[in-house]
């Protein structure tokens, strides 16, 4: 099951006819760059070409009024003075004699993509379209749209498949009113979308774009937006509002297919966005989708007009769909003030609704009004200096160059190496040196052959991931503690390694002993430990410790990832103790997540008699989508204070942990 890719040249074949400033950017060349850069890189050639066809009436009326089709219908025969002035009833839009043929490629493209992935064809994909779509509405183009590819997308998968609960995460950086429009009243169609708002000074300039629009009757809490009220936006506000909004609330609502308005004006350089987040973001945007709905994500491209950045996007988009690892996270300095204002309206505003985010501070009413007056009147004393967004300069993502080997696995004697996986077990010797040092330093019976060859292969294992030959591994012991040593010792004895340690289940994590950063332990458990106040050791005391689906992912998302990213490790030692109580999907969706950290470098730990557990384990590894948890129940009160009171505690040393902004008088 691979990654399907759409694309016609066809829709490139319309443009603007007429000098228009507020349409120049939306340019053929924003397809053909986009194209050319995943065949140069060879990502194309990964991907399943699929065609693209064109959406039929009864498609574009799934979301669009009999008298706009048939308007729209019209102008392949119009001139250029009709077609201008079919034009002005709308706003920062063209049309073109071949524009309507477009369009229903570009809907079209998006019902394939859905096809393809519905039916189980393919995992995921993307298709790269002309027009985009997000901001056109039932009968009206508006913002370079004609039809709205993603909604007519997410009707369909309801009527054809039966597809219960659609999340359509809007990362453009525009508000996609036009999907707000659509499913604002219906439960069963989440819509997430961040966009520049600036207190509604920017395009289009709806107060129905603000934070406390949360959908109606029994749609209340299926629309929620995020409005950046500045520019310069960066990787850790997106991030931050990813773990503390998006995905919380995403995993609660369980939907059963992703929709992605892949929008790239949100990324640097954009002379629309005017944010700095870089192109690798979206592929961590991407990744932390991919273990929702069983993995079946549909990425349509919305905006993107930076030629630049928009194709570097694009294919950190399309080469994370394929399964490869992600790059380091970079930047991650904590979100800013405006960031963490716009978190924390946009969380009181749908605690409400949403059990995962119920613990957030409510914010009082006056307090939101005078929030925005305050915010308004900052924005007034600070008129900067204009430099082009599209003067900024970046770095290039770095190439990401797989492992020769993705998964190889260390397992005694008598247990069978799952598909798929190197098995790294040697019969020759180890090297007496490093058995020497082993028998000195871990073993408690130096003629313990089975121990040595065991952790002799673990270090082998360790080594060949650190020269990234490898990329996941994979080790049953029966001494976890001593196997955790001495991976820790290894590793961290390189200069700039860190090892971001996640031990699931009770029992003594050793060796977190030093505080010099070299390792960060976080550690699930039933039990309450002593409380340690050092910064690289969290133990996580949850009352059902793994067993509670929602508690263990509210502490997952809005605490190991943010510590994760925040940490920037270079291997992840995943321990499961004996008796850790947590399920096969839970795991998987553990694994998965982790793997968004120190390029997929995820090193799992288990006991020699988890062996039903080493099948699951290695398809994670390897990539595979974690399967649905279903719909989350309402956490623990105990477990939600557990995980805030130590977020608290830890969101002075730890800025992606934050969720409020600084008092400031
Ligand atoms: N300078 C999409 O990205 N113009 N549409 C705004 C403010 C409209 C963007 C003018 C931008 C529409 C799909
Ligand atoms: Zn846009």
């Known amino acids: 099951m691979g990654t399907a890719l759409i694309y016609d040249e066809e829709m490139t074949n319309y443009k603007l006819l007429w000098v228009d400033p507020a349409c120049k950017i939306e340019v053929p060349e924003r397809l053909t760059v986009s194209y050319e850069a995943l065949v140069e890189s060879g990502l194309a050639d990964r991907c399943m070409s699929i065609p693209v066809r064109e959406a039929t009436d009864a498609d574009i009326l799934l979301v669009h009024s009999e008298d706009y089709l048939d308007a729209v219908k019209t102008t392949p025969y119009k001139t250029l003075e009709e077609l201008k002035e079919f034009t002005l009833q709308f706003g920062d839009v063209y049309f073109h004699p071949n524009i309507y043929h477009c369009a229903k490629l570009a809907a079209g493209a998006a019902l394939q993509l859905v096809d393809s992935v519905l039916t189980?064809?393919?995992?995921?994909?993307?298709?790269?379209?002309?027009?985009?779509?997000?901001?056109s509405m039932c009968s009206a183009a508006s913002g370079f749209c004609v039809f709205n590819n993603v909604a007519i997308a997410a009707k369909y998968a309801k009527q054809k498949y039966g597809v219960k609960r659609v999340l359509i995460v809007d990362w453009d950086i525009h508000h996609g009113q036009g999907v707000q429009y659509c499913f604002e009243d219906d439960p069963s169609v989440l819509y997430f979308s961040w966009h520049r708002y600036e207190h509604q000074k920017y395009w289009p300039h709806l107060r129905e774009s603000d934070f406390?629009?949360?959908?109606?009757?029994?749609?209340?809490?299926?629309?929620?937006?995020?409005?950046?009220?500045?520019?310069?936006?960066?990787?850790?506000?997106?991030?931050?509002?990813?773990?503390?909004?998006?995905?919380?609330?995403?995993?609660?609502?369980?939907?059963?297919?992703v929709l992605v308005c892949a929008g790239f004006d949100s990324g640097i350089g954009d002379p629309e966005g005017k944010m700095c987040a870089t192109p690798d973001i979206f592929a961590h945007l991407t990744h932390l989708l991919m273990n929702l709905a069983g993995g079946k994500v549909c990425a349509v491209l919305e905006g993107g007009y930076n030629l630049t950045s928009l194709a570097q996007s694009v294919c950190q988009t399309v080469q994370t769909l394929l399964g490869d690892p992600v790059p380091r996270p970079s930047n991650l300095d904590g979100p800013c003030k405006s960031a963490l204002e716009s978190l924390h309206c946009v969380r009181s505003a749908h605690r409400r609704y949403w059990s995962s985010i119920r613990h957030a501070a409510d914010l009082?009413?006056?307090?939101?009004?005078?929030?925005?007056?305050?915010?308004?009147?900052?924005?007034?004393?600070?008129?900067?200096?204009?430099?082009?967004?599209?003067?900024?300069?970046?770095?290039?993502?770095?190439?990401?160059?797989?492992?020769?080997?993705?998964?190889?696995v260390v397992l005694p004697e008598g247990v069978a190496c799952p598909d798929r996986c190197k098995c790294l077990m040697s019969a020759e010797d180890p090297d007496p040196l490093i058995a020497n040092k082993f028998r000195e330093n871990f073993l408690k019976d130096a003629d313990d052959s089975d121990a040595l060859t065991t952790l002799s292969s673990l270090i082998a294992l360790a080594e060949r991931m650190e020269k990234n030959e490898i990329c996941s591994g994979l080790a049953l012991v029966r001494d976890i503690s001593m196997a955790i040593m001495c991976v820790i010792q290894h590793t961290a004895a390189a200069l700039s390694n860190r090892v971001l340690v996640v031990c699931v289940g009770d029992g003594k994590v050793p060796s977190?002993?030093?505080?010099d950063g070299k390792t960060l332990v976080v550690q699930f458990s039933s039990k309450k430990s002593e409380e340690q106040k050092c910064k690289y050791y969290i133990p996580v005391c949850l009352k059902k410790g793994c067993q509670d689906a929602s508690g263990f992912m509210q502490a997952v998302l809005g605490l190991l990832l943010p510590l994760g990213y925040e940490y920037d490790p270079s291997l992840v030692l995943l321990v499961k103790m004996p008796d850790s109580g947590l399920c096969d999907t839970v795991w998987k969706q553990l694994i998965g997540l982790l793997q968004g950290l120190a390029q997929g470098h995820t090193l799992v730990l288990m006991q020699d008699v988890e062996r039903a557990c080493v099948g699951p384990t290695a398809s994670s590894l390897l990539g595979d989508a974690a399967p649905s948890l279903g719909q989350l129940h309402a956490p623990l009160p105990e477990d939600v204070e557990a995980v805030e009171s130590l977020r608290h505690r830890l969101k002075a040393d730890w800025k992606l942990l934050q969720t409020t902004a600084p008092e400031t008088r």
């Open 364 to 408: 009082p009413s006056c307090e939101i009004s005078t929030k925005h007056i305050k915010l308004a009147e900052d924005k007034l004393d600070k008129e900067e200096e204009e430099k082009s967004a599209e003067e900024e300069v970046w770095p290039q993502p770095p190439k990401r160059v797989p492992s020769a080997i993705r998964t190889a």
């Open 212 to 257: 406390d629009i949360v959908g109606k009757e029994k749609g209340a809490g299926f629309n929620i937006n995020v409005p950046w009220n500045k520019v310069g936006m960066q990787n850790s506000d997106y991030l931050s509002v990813f773990f503390h909004i998006l995905l919380p609330v995403a995993y609660e609502f369980s939907p059963d297919l």
């Open 512 to 515: 977190h002993g030093t505080d």
């Open 120 to 135: 189980g064809k393919m995992r995921n994909g993307m298709a790269l379209v002309r027009p985009p779509g997000h901001h």
